[in-house]
């Protein structure tokens, strides 16, 4: 699963260098993002801007990767494509999470 790590002002943001969360990456996307989050204290924005599929397993992982920084820290989410932010919709997990159009809208938002 490749995923890059870089920090600014208060977050760490992760982006997913993936078109697909599926249940075949599920697990090494899980263990990937504890592995990269570990060693950080700040708010974790993941940028899903190049993933175009997920499906429950994915959804599941990204939950896990939420549950996994509680309570101490936020999993924020950023720039959905239309296909991935309908399963977010339609699951009701958009009011579960801080959802952001951009990254930069949420370093607006949190990275002050």
Do not use: C
């Amino acid at each position: 699963m490749d995923l890059t790590s870089s920090k600014e002002a208060r977050l760490q943001i992760i982006t997913v260098q993936e078109q697909r969360i599926d249940a075949f990456v599920a697990l090494a996307f899980k263990d990937r993002m504890r592995e990269i989050t570990s060693d950080t204290q700040e708010t974790v924005l993941l940028d899903l801007n190049h993933v175009d599929f997920i499906d429950s397993s994915g959804l599941g992982a990204i939950v896990a990767a939420m549950k996994q920084l509680a309570p101490d820290r936020r999993l924020l989410l950023a720039g959905m494509t239309a296909t991935v932010d309908k399963v977010f919709r339609l699951t009701r997990m958009d009011s579960v999470f801080g959802i952001y159009p951009t990254v930069e809208a949420a370093l607006a938002e949190h990275g002050g």
